[in-house]
Each structure stands twice: as C-alpha cells, then as structure tokens.
C-alpha cells in the first residue's frame, strides 16, 4: 500500500481530529489508564475547528501520511517544538509516524531551529528515544498525565 507525507490541506482538519481522538483514546493507555476524565480532557482540544486553525496558522506546520487519501498519521510542530505525532490504530507500527517526525525535523532545520523541542508520553517514549531525541528536565503533568520533556539536535 503506497503511502507519502505531505502539508495538510484545510479539509484535511476532520480527518486529524479523529486520528488524533482515535490514537489518544486506543494506542495511549499506558498514560491515561482507560480513565474517561483523562481523556476527556486530553482529547477536548483535538477538534476540526481547531485543526483548521493550526493548519492555517502562520508559523506552524501540520503534516500528514495519506493511504488512499485518508489520513494515516498527522504532526505539527511550531516554532522548535514538535507538538502533535500520532497515528490511526490500524497504522501503527507501519513507519508513518517516524516518516512524518523526520519530515517535522527537516522543515524546522529549514526554518532555522538548531534544537528541536517536544513532551512526550509514556506510550511515545522509547518511539523519540530510538529516533534520536533525549530526556532533559523533569516529567511535566498536564491533563493528569506525566510528559517527558526531550531535546535533539537538528
């Protein structure tokens, strides 16, 4: 099945708003636990208005994976730091994800950022760790769920 990165499109948002709903709620229970309240909160944000906002937001980049046209994985990153990778259940393990965060990681090194930036999960932990990125501070907790700040070197 052939697949590639590319820039989010504005009808895109829908379609990133559910993977984002749909990787959150079925693939991150090591951080929320199946607890309904966690997600709730972590997943009230992950909407189409929102998307559209950040797809058409001056200093960030949203990326996608298609496969036939439908979203697969979705990234976006602002500024140094990377603040979405996440990729639909049935997608997972299949390189969409680390093929989106080095897509991330080439466009920031093109903007100009030396040291990219990002929280992650528990569940994302080892995926950054293997694609080069390092711990540098104390977990955070945001939404009830600890997040592990990373630096790497673009």
Known sequence: MAWRVERALIGDADAIAAVLVQSITDLCGADHQDDPEIIARWTANKTGPNMRRAITSDGAIVLVSRV???????????????????????????????????????????????????????????????????????????????????????
Do not use: I
């Open 68 to 154: 036939d046209g439908g979203v697969a994985c979705v990234g976006m990153a602002a500024g140094d730091q990377v603040l979405l990778n996440y990729v639909a259940p049935p997608h997972q393990r299949s390189g969409h994800s680390k093929a989106v965060l080095a897509a991330l990681e080439s466009r920031m090194k093109t903007r100009g950022v030396t040291t990219a930036r990002l929280t992650s999960t528990k569940t994302a932990h080892a995926f950054y760790q293997k694609a080069g990125w390092q711990d540098c501070g104390t977990p955070q907790v945001e939404f009830g769920l600890k997040g592990f700040p990373m630096t790497k070197a673009l």
